[in-house]
């Protein structure tokens, strides 16, 4: 069983397009958007109609709560004051720019999906079970994943939110991080995705990048008004 989340597309719709193809191109058998669709890139309408169209399954992201319901601060955290600053101007963007019909139907995704397969529990969320914006890093302590794995009775726990991927092995399950298909941060500007691997009770992960014009995403975001800041992130993966 060949499961491709992938998350944090943040209104980039090259790069959503580009995951798909790549998903497309292999053998996977269930696709899941880990949240957090729209917000600082360009088209914000395009990313979440495609999803739409596509039928495929997504949790409810901090960004997509916050533009759904019309919030003054999107549930990030800001390293300093210009962040902060910047980080209104996407918001405010983003709700000026998404339209009434895609506002509602961000505000009614679940937090939370769940399946079986293999005879593991999944459990997909945007940031953590306990908050939709927590962050859950590769350096969060294994303790506290492994209570998040315990308590919510999964034993593979996929979220997003951090923007960088990664695949923790714990006494209690999993815990896998997808990463981004649309504001990478991990230090190179192609977007990405993980697939897990399940069979018979063993998991194993495959994150993968995939190159796409970036270049033409972030000449849409300077020429949509948005803070030139957000052009640099995706011309070069860093904040
Ligand atoms: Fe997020």
């Given at each position: ?109 679940p ?22 914006n ?24 996929i ?41 018979e ?39």
């Amino acid at each position: 069983m060949k499961i491709a989340v992938f998350a944090d597309i943040h209104s980039n719709l090259l790069g959503l397009k580009a995951v798909l193809d790549d998903i497309n191109k292999k053998n996977i058998n269930k696709v899941y958007c880990a949240g957090d669709l729209v917000g600082y890139g360009p088209r914000p309408n395009e990313v979440i109609e495609l999803l739409r169209q596509k039928e495929i399954p997504t949790v409810m992201g901090n960004y997509d709560d916050a533009v759904g319901n019309m919030r003054l601060v999107c549930g990030c955290d800001y390293k300093d004051e210009k962040a902060m600053k910047l980080g209104e101007r996407s918001i405010s963007w983003t709700k000026e720019n998404t339209s009434e019909e895609n506002k509602s139907w961000l505000r009614e995704l679940p937090q939370q999906i769940t399946f079986t397969a293999e005879g593991l529990r999944f459990l997909i969320v945007h940031g953590s079970p306990r908050k939709l914006n927590e962050y859950l890093f590769e350096s969060t302590p294994g303790e506290y994943l492994n209570d998040l794995l315990a308590e919510n009775s999964c034993d593979v726990l996929i979220c997003g939110h951090t923007h960088l991927p990664y695949h923790n092995k714990l006494e209690n399950g999993h815990v896998v991080n997808v990463g981004s298909a649309g504001k990478p941060k991990h230090g190179n500007p192609n977007v990405n995705y993980a697939v897990i691997n399940a069979a018979e009770k063993n998991v194993s992960v495959d994150f993968i990048e995939v190159a796409y014009d970036y270049e033409t995403t972030a000449k849409e975001i300077e020429e949509a008004g948005l803070p030139g800041e957000f052009a640099d992130i995706i011309r070069t993966g860093r904040t």
